[in-house]
């Protein structure tokens, strides 16, 4: 189910709801809440008050048991758990109510590590591309580490050219940040813009207007379909793989966390566990030591 169509029918079917809906983006908007933040929030609220078509508030507790429940059988994403719980939190504390027990359960968190790809398989993604588009979008995720989002919403005059510089505006939290832009990647981008003649965001579907949030993943896709990359890799990957690269050249992790837009350093330190560094390829293991290998 789509999540427009979801709020669209929440709109229509739920009694209230498009009074509190309406305040509720609202407020969200003025916490500086982002984008992404505001649409999954909005599209959660809508699917708890469509299953019971009531608000919240009217909403038993053994109804938030049962819904939660459904998701769980369902093996909701862990984000997708997060958010369902999250909203119906924030809904209770904007609107200045008390949120029942039973719609804020603990949601106990999963220490996965992410997926990252090796040099020579982010060489064989780049060499797979087969215009200067796919390479300019693909390449930029990694050469800066940038979210999908903000790549999307790139503006010709945030490249700054003459100092390297990437100025990404208003990503996670609103807030804004510089990244380094390498000196591949600007003869990449400046020729793609000769050739496409972009003329407001970078990467356009019609005058001014961004590309959608799903064509960046459908360009990798098509990318990946031409190599012989067994994982799972999103555009995501292409971030995560950014910063491996950084750490396993010597680049100290707290300019990793600036340039990720990391809050905090705990967040970025996660790529330590990742990480081929120097020490790593210097280590042996017992079995080596105690029956040394010839070379």
């Known amino acids: 189910m789509k999540k427009d169509s979801s709020v669209s029918r929440a709109l229509k079917e739920v009694p209230l709801f498009a009074a509190r809906y309406e305040n509720f983006i609202k407020r969200l908007e003025n916490q500086s809440a982002s984008l992404s933040t505001i649409k999954n929030y909005g599209y959660n609220l809508a699917l708890i008050c469509l299953e019971y078509s009531r608000l919240p508030e009217a909403i038993t507790d053994d109804e938030y048991v049962e819904y939660y429940n459904k998701l769980l059988k369902r093996k909701s994403s862990g984000s997708h758990m997060l958010h369902a719980v999250y909203c119906v ?7 200045g109510l008390v949120c029942p027990l039973s719609a804020n359960p603990s949601i106990p968190s999963k220490k996965t590590l992410p997926v990252v790809l090796s040099v020579p398989e982010v060489i064989s993604i780049l060499k797979s591309c087969v215009d200067l588009r796919e390479k300019a979008l ?3 995720l990694y050469d800066t580490g940038m979210r999908k989002s903000e790549l999307l919403h790139l503006r010709t005059y945030d ?45 356009e579907q019609e005058r001014s207007k961004p590309k959608g949030t799903n064509w960046p993943s459908k360009v990798l896709t098509a990318v990946l379909k031409r190599t012989d990359i067994a994982k799972h890799v999103s555009c995501h990957v292409l971030r995560h793989s950014y910063a491996t690269t950084l750490l396993e050249h010597g680049i100290d992790l707290k300019h990793i966390q600036q340039w990720l837009g990391h809050k905090r350093l705990e967040t970025t330190a996660i790529y330590l566990n990742i990480a081929k560094t120097s020490f790593d390829q210097r280590w042996i293991g017992p079995t080596d030591l105690i029956f040394p290998v010839k070379q």
């Open 89 to 95: 939190r924030k809904y209770f504390k904007i609107f």
């Open 138 to 140: 693909l390449g930029l």
């Open 159 to 203: 490249l700054d050219f003459s100092r390297a510089m990437i100025h990404i505006r208003e990503g996670k939290r609103r807030k804004d940040r510089y990244v380094p832009f390498s000196k591949n990647m600007q003869k990449i981008v400046a020729a793609y813009m000769h050739v496409y003649h972009p003329h407001e965001y970078l990467f």
